[in-house]
């Protein structure tokens, strides 16, 4: 027996509501909010820097994919590579959950730059030092449905969560660690922008973004259980290495010399 004592118990139903044959979750309608609060920001941010607010309307597409595909693709590569790899149809299947947020970061990136190079917009990095802002916020609500889905759990410890969908063990409800802290980095990133200079050399809000988001996935991951459905060797976890070369670029953003 644990000597292990609750602080509450959270049995939430993942579906919001059933709507006949559809079903609206959480999850779902929290990725969703985060996406239409991020474009109102964009809209005010863009109105603020005097560019047309239609340029909006393919970026977010370009966002959207890339964010959905990335964080899919990141899942399959970084987490389960030898499910997926040998049932490669189930990797469409992506309603029955796996998105990784590495994944999400990269494809972010990789959509944004094909965005700015396939169109005449401001640079691959005038963007995503707005955007960062945006991200932060959106993190915030996905792991709020994350934790709505009783997912991505913590170790046991005692005054924690027990997500009764999962186990009976009290746990670290780390999901909402992960929530707090982007809203925190949301705060700081908006306060840098509107606030500092910061924003007139390109890149480096992107940097501190990177640098901060990627520091709290390394310290907060130790109190996750291991989501690789492989084994490392070492006391760290997936999440924490695939941290590292995005807090590496960070610093890198963040210190190297604009071209004059």
Avoid at 143 to 148: D, L, Q, T, V, W
Avoid at 216 to 225: D, H, M, Q, Y
Wanted: net charge positive.
């Amino acid at each position: 027996m644990n000597s292990y004592n609750p602080f509450f118990y959270w049995n939430a139903d993942p579906v919001l509501i059933n709507l006949g044959p559809i079903s609206i979750h959480w999850y779902g309608l929290l990725f969703a909010l985060a996406f239409i609060i991020g474009l109102q920001i964009m809209r005010w941010v863009y109105k603020r820097e005097q560019r047309p607010a239609s340029e909006l309307d393919s970026l977010f597409i370009y966002i959207l994919l890339g964010t959905i595909i990335g964080a899919r693709l990141g899942h399959v590569v970084f987490y389960d590579p030898g499910f997926y790899f040998s049932q490669p149809l189930e990797i469409i299947k992506i309603w029955r959950g796996g998105l990784a947020s590495h994944g999400g970061t990269l494809g972010i990136i990789i959509a944004v730059y094909l965005y700015a190079r396939l169109s005449e917009r401001p640079s691959t990095l005038w963007i995503l030092d707005r955007f960062c802002m945006t991200a932060a916020l959106g993190g915030a609500f996905i792991r709020i449905g994350n934790f709505f889905n009783s997912e991505i759990i913590g170790h046991a410890v005692d005054g924690g969560v027990v997500f009764i969908r999962y186990d009976l063990m009290p746990r670290h409800p780390v999901q909402l660690y992960e929530a707090c802290a982007y809203l925190i980095i949301f705060f700081i990133t908006f306060f840098a922008y509107r606030y500092t200079k910061i924003i007139h050399s390109e890149g480096r809000l992107l940097g501190l973004f990177l640098i901060i988001l990627f520091s709290a996935r390394v310290f907060l991951e130790r109190f996750k259980l291991q989501q690789a459905n492989y084994e490392l060797s070492g006391d760290w976890t997936v999440g924490q290495w695939l941290s590292l070369p995005l807090i590496v670029i960070g610093l890198w953003l963040l210190l190297r010399r604009e071209k004059t």
